[in-house]
């Protein structure tokens, strides 16, 4: 199935989030501290701004009000996400290592446009994502381009900067 596949089951969206079990761990840890922490924070703070009268003129009321909306907001957000989880088979990644990238690879690349010192690249789930750390989602222009190629492929990508020639040196 591939990552914009719809799944066939009776779910809400029908979009499947590839993650890697860290991430779905990830997941369902914030889904508990929201469930069990935030939700009895927010429930005090709106206790205490209701105890001080008038709410048409309480920001404090207000405000947790909002931070409530956005709890339970990310709360259904979780689930979703929890429900349609695809864990990246760890045996599939492994069968294809050093030979295609696939999601999960760490890919070794040269900005062949910049000509730039060789950069490393995780293709992680876009639930997973994080730039910073050099995790790139499937779903990314960089990420889209890199699927699929192997060593030594030679790849132009149209990023948001403007196109961008990579030369694929290592697939891990």
């Known amino acids: 199935m591939s990552p914009t596949a719809k799944k066939t089951d009776d779910d809400d969206t029908g979009e499947e989030i590839l993650v890697t079990k860290e991430g779905l761990k990830k997941l369902k840890d914030e889904l508990l501290h929201l469930k069990k922490v935030r939700r009895q ?59 295609a990238v696939s999601i999960g690879s760490t890919v070794t690349v040269r900005n062949k ?8 690249f995780t293709i992680v789930g876009s639930t997973e994502a994080d730039p910073m750390e050099h995790r790139i989602s499937n ?18 990508i149209l990023t948001p900067s403007g196109m961008i020639r990579y030369e694929v040196l290592k697939v891990s």
Do not use: C
Request: hydrophobic letters at 30%; a negative charge; glycine letters at 6%.
């Open 139 to 156: 779903e990314s222009p960089i990420g889209k381009a890199l699927l699929d190629s192997k060593k030594g492929d030679n790849l132009e």
């Open 113 to 120: 446009t910049d000509r730039d010192e060789p950069e490393h």
């Open 41 to 99: 924070e927010v429930a005090i703070r709106l206790k205490e701004a209701i105890s001080y009268g008038d709410l048409s003129e309480n920001a404090e009321y207000e405000e947790a009000k909002n931070e409530q909306a956005f709890i339970e907001g990310r709360v259904l957000e979780l689930e979703q996400k929890i429900k349609n989880a695809k864990i990246i088979s760890d045996k599939k990644a492994s069968a294809r290592l050093g030979k």
